[in-house]
């Protein structure tokens, strides 16, 4: 049963239509890829399925309950998201662990959320920087504090959007892992912006493509190298190449 | 061989670049330092003597309390003012935020002393509020309750609260451009709107409205016209009276010294707040302000109306009460024609104080930005200079001035300058100048160190490179300066009564004066006059900022970087 249902989404920002038509499907505890070349409307898709944009024509849907059409938006605090954004986004007047601290549940007492939010940090393999300002921490150790925080809320869709941005390449490759790993773990429904194919995207891993606001492609990685396509399409096929099976 | 500049603006490192610094420390820094310095044992006497005499010590124990719990007082009130507005009319439209933004500004633009006078005539004995009551028959009783309210600490500091909030909402605004929206959004996606105001906005607004009530806690602390006004005897009003009433220099510069050390304390705390590097500097933000999560709408209502409530009391009743004591325009005439000297010095005092504060803010404020990421010595002296002079009552500042310029025993040129009638422009330039260079350094330290560092390796020539990149930074916090500076010299009281020569006036001197001999009809159409001219003053000035740009939008395409 698919937890995420887009049926005709389309949203329009300053007068501009930035994603028209959109329909797609994301099944409960899969990983997809959300592919697309800069200005697609990658991450206005994200911030309509995480209840930040509200939408012109269609229906977002999760876990089978309708979450946003044109006329109502569940808030954003109610739809068990995590979402991780491409600019920094930790609050720069609280240091790593009270950002963390934020993402808590409600129900975890004052007393024991520093030692929960201390938890999420480690597991993330950030515990060092838990008295740290988000100035004082490195893109790396920023991306891991703003996962941690969008994971400590215990939500079922985890919304990424480039979380390797700005990040050195050896980086990479092992914070991607780690999140495929908690992916795993915490059974998540996770869709991941990028507008590259790299390490340790799969040729059997699910990729939505989007060009010009509307979605060109849904299907396995591997199949991508069947679609008819633009010149991003054609620069796509040879990093799948490279990709190797 | 020529070597590049390594320790300062090329601006400041060539040509006449050293002018502005030596201006700095000859006309504001020496003066200051020399009142202070010159025979510290004749003012540590006073104090001395005044510890011993028990009762003298209690006196002034007790003047110096109520000082303090008066500012406090009114700066908690100004602040909460303040955020009852913002958080009120923060959602509305751009447009409808700007006008309502603009009404609810009024008070700080209308003098201290005018927002008194016109409370006194609306609450005082004598006032309309008060006889309307006394004639109501069953709430009679309650009539004498008014005056006596006004005329005590806790009426003293409200009046002050309703004249200076707008700050603390300027403060919030400020809080709020500052606020990026990818924080905002992702914690949205965590928590209910009520608990993200707070968690985290309560959290996030804290400094900013520290800021504001510091500045409000030290402009409270260091006035002299509402208390005088309402007869709450604070240690402004002791300095004065000990320097204009009784000419006894000592006794003033002694008395300076309790208030100096928790004036200075407060601004010291302001100056940390306000460069430590977790906070944003002032006037840093995107344009596009982020959307704050919206308050239940019970509350938001219950904030719409005490917003009006304080807003009436605010503004309507002020200025209805100087409309209507002013009656027709005979008495806006005769009072005009009668101070139009008074008018004349003012305005081109306060110009001329405006242009030289400007002038020596942004030579100062660029001092050592051109390391940007390193902490340069003189940029450090700057700033302690200014923690003092924004701590120093105005009364201080001018004497001083006068003691400075005006010495029997010094060169002819001191007291040529002296006689010169520019003491009291200069007077004002000391009072205003934090502020300015406060506005424009801020602008300075915001500017990403990339941006100054790039600057360097573009081959041109130091006055190109100030013309084309450093001044458009500068454009809008220059007319900002501008306006703060023009309207607290419009406003100045303390350090005009003592720099005025004899036979000159100011209309804030003025104002204080027809007081106490004028019919109430031409008091308050003086009030209104004087108001009317500062917006007048103020259109002119955003006018003029205005052309300058579209003209020098020609020749400096780089504006657009502001």
């Known amino acids: ?245 | 061989m020529n070597s590049p500049p390594l320790d300062g603006h090329p601006a400041l490192n060539q040509g006449a670049g050293w002018v502005i610094p030596a201006a700095f420390v000859l006309f504001i820094v020496l003066p200051v330092l020399v009142y202070f310095l010159d025979r510290p044992s004749e003012a540590l006497g006073v104090l001395s003597d005044a510890i011993q005499s028990r009762d003298e010590a209690v006196r002034l124990g007790r003047l110096l309390g109520r000082s303090v719990w008066i500012a406090a007082l009114a700066a908690t009130l100004g602040t909460a003012i303040g955020v009852l507005f913002f958080v009120a009319f923060h959602p509305l439209s751009t447009t409808r935020r700007a006008v309502i933004g603009c009404a609810v500004a009024v008070p700080f633009l209308v003098p201290g002393q005018i927002v008194a006078i016109a409370w006194i005539q609306a609450c005082g004995r004598a006032g309309w509020l008060t006889r309307l009551l006394a004639d109501a028959g069953p709430l009679g009783p309650l009539a004498g309750g008014l005056p006596a309210t006004l005329y005590s600490t806790a009426g003293c500091a409200l009046i002050m609260a309703l004249h200076l909030y707008p700050i603390a909402l300027a403060l919030a605004w400020l809080g709020w451009r500052a606020t990026a929206r990818a924080p905002l959004e992702a914690a949205s996606t965590l928590m209910p709107a009520g608990r993200l105001w707070w968690t985290l906005l309560a959290g996030w607004f804290r400094p900013w409205l520290l800021v504001a009530w510091l500045i409000l806690f030290i402009l409270c602390l260091l006035d002299y016209s509402v208390p005088l006004l309402l007869r709450r005897h604070v240690f402004t009003v002791e300095i004065v009276s000990a320097y204009d009433i009784y000419f006894d220099a000592a006794q003033a510069r002694g008395l300076v010294l309790p208030l100096l050390v928790i004036s200075l304390a407060a601004s010291a705390l302001l100056a940390r707040l306000l460069v430590m590097r977790r906070w944003p500097a002032l006037g840093h933000g995107s344009d596009r302000l982020p959307t704050l999560p919206p308050l239940n709408a019970g509350v938001r209502r219950v904030f719409i109306v005490c917003g009006l409530i304080v807003a009436a009391l605010a503004l309507l009743v002020p200025l209805g009460t100087l409309l209507g004591m002013a009656g027709g325009w005979g008495a806006y005439r005769n009072v005009f024609i009668s101070a139009r000297e008074q008018v004349l010095t003012s305005l081109w005092c306060s110009a001329g104080a405006t242009v030289a504060c400007l002038v020596l803010a942004a030579g100062l404020a660029v001092v050592g930005m051109w390391r940007p990421r390193r902490v340069h010595r003189g940029q450090v002296m700057i700033g302690a200079a200014m923690v003092v002079l924004f701590a120093l009552p105005a009364s201080v500042a001018a004497m001083a001035q006068i003691g400075f310029w005006n010495r029997a025993a010094g060169p002819a040129l001191a007291r040529a300058f002296y006689d010169s009638g520019l003491m009291l422009p200069l007077g004002l330039v000391t009072v205003t100048l934090p502020v300015a260079w406060l506005v424009l350094h801020a602008r300075m330290r915001q500017t990403p160190p990339v941006l100054v560092e790039g600057e360097q390796l573009q081959p041109v020539g130091a006055a190109r490179r100030w013309w084309e990149l450093t001044a458009p930074r500068l454009g809008r916090p220059v007319l900002a300066a501008a306006a703060l500076v023009f309207v607290l010299c419009i406003h100045e009281v303390q350090a005009s009564i003592l720099l005025a020569a004899p036979g000159q006036a100011t209309m804030s001197i003025r104002s204080m004066t027809l007081l106490h001999y004028a019919p109430d009809s031409l008091v308050a159409a003086f009030c209104l006059i004087q108001l009317a001219i500062l917006l007048l003053g103020l259109a002119l000035l955003w006018g003029a900022g205005y052309l300058v740009r579209i003209a020098l939008g020609r020749w400096a395409p780089h504006h657009a970087i502001d």
């Open chain 1, 1 to 245: 049963m698919p937890l995420i249902e887009c049926q005709g989404v389309s949203c329009r920002l300053g007068g501009q239509v930035v994603l028209r038509d959109v329909s797609f499907s994301v099944a409960e505890g899969s990983w997809a890829w959300l592919l697309g070349p800069t200005g697609s409307g990658k991450t206005t898709l994200l911030r309509v399925l995480a209840g930040l944009e509200a939408l012109d024509a269609g229906t977002v849907g999760i876990d089978g309950q309708l979450a946003s059409n044109h006329e109502v938006t569940l808030v954003p605090h109610r739809r068990a998201i995590g979402l991780m954004f491409q600019e920094p986004s930790l609050w720069p007047h609280l240091d790593a662990l009270a950002n963390v601290a934020l993402g808590l549940p409600r129900g975890v007492k004052s007393r024991g959320r520093k030692a929960a939010a201390r938890e999420w940090l480690e597991r993330l393999g950030a515990a060092e920087s838990a008295g740290r300002f988000p100035d004082q921490l490195s893109g790396g150790e920023a991306r891991r504090v703003t996962l941690a925080r969008a994971l400590a809320a215990r939500p079922r869709i985890l919304l990424l959007d480039e979380p390797t941005a700005h990040i050195d390449i050896h980086l990479r490759e092992g914070l991607m892992r780690q999140v495929r790993h908690l992916h795993e773990g915490l059974a998540l429904t996770t869709l991941c912006v990028t507008h590259q194919i790299e390490p340790p995207m799969q040729l059997s891993d699910r990729v939505l493509l989007l060009e010009d606001g509307q979605l060109r492609f849904a299907g396995p990685l591997g199949e991508l190298a069947g679609a008819s396509g633009s010149p991003y399409v054609e620069v796509l096929r040879r990093s799948i190449d490279r990709l190797g099976p």
